[in-house]
T-cell receptor
Framework: EAQVTQNPRYLITVTGKKLTVTCSQN?????MSWYRQDPGLGLRQIYY???????DKGDVPEGYKVSRKEKRNFPLILESPSPNQTSLYFC????????????FGEGSRLTVL | EDQVTQSPEALRLQEGESSSLNCSYT??????LFWYRQDPGKGPEFLFT???AGEEKEKERLKATLTKKESFLHITAPKPEDSATYLC????????????FGTGTKLQVIP
């Protein structure tokens, strides 16, 4: 089954404790992206990657890092989480179809205390 | 700055009561307008892509249309299972990888 898998799905952590949210896709997509979703603000892009070793900033990259060492994986790293990073995070991937369809993971709900 | 505005924020319909959701956009060079459906606790699920004014796409009870300034998602004779948040997004020229989302319309269909 074609899917984007994120882990963990739920996480409560404390300010300053480094954490990584993993994302893996099994569709051989070159493009992957991270979004955060906050009430009243919609989905906002954090980082994206067009291919292995190629990453770029989205609209809200501050406080986040990413890496793309393998095509299927695109982890999101919070080096020193702060309460304003409490949010619902989505990873997405996209193939080369004409629709430009994004395939989303199930989401990771992060709470930073 | 590219902007996507969806209205209404929330909509409550009786089963069978047709209506439309609106997505207005202000962008420099539209390269695609997307509609997604999002169920609670889930990631968005793709519905349609529209590329040019006058284009229409249909899927079951849903029909999406596009003009130069806005898109409509028409829901004909909705059922309770159509209850979800509907998201609109745009991709602009020069920003192939940037997709800007609206804040969504939360639709509730009551039996």
């Amino acid at each position: 089954e074609a899917q984007v898998t994120q882990n963990p799905r739920y996480l409560i952590t404390v300010t300053g404790k480094k954490l990584t949210v993993t994302c893996s896709q099994n569709m051989n997509h070159e493009y992957m992206s991270w979004y955060r979703q906050d009430p009243g603000l919609g989905l906002r892009q954090i980082y994206y990657s067009m291919n292995v070793e190629v990453t770029d900033k989205g609209d809200v990259p501050e406080g986040y890092k990413v890496s793309r060492k393998e095509k299927r994986n695109f982890p999101l790293i919070l080096e020193s989480p702060s309460p304003n990073q409490t949010s619902l995070y989505f990873c997405a991937s996209k193939g080369t179809t004409n629709t430009g369809e994004l395939f989303f993971g199930e989401g990771s709900r992060l709470t930073v205390l | 700055e590219d902007q996507v505005t969806q209205s209404p924020e929330a909509l409550r319909l009786q089963e069978g009561e047709s209506s439309s959701l609106n997505c207005s956009y202000t962008v420099s060079g539209l390269r695609g307008l997307f509609w997604y459906r999002q169920d609670p606790g889930k990631g968005p699920e793709f519905l349609f892509t529209l590329y040019s004014a006058g284009e229409e796409k249909e899927k079951e009870r849903l029909k999406a249309t596009l003009t130069k300034k806005e898109s409509f998602l028409h829901i004909t004779a909705p059922k309770p299972e159509d209850s979800a948040t509907y998201l609109c997004a745009v991709r602009v020229s020069g920003g192939y990888q940037k997709v800007t989302f609206g804040t969504g319309t939360k639709l509730q269909v009551i039996p």
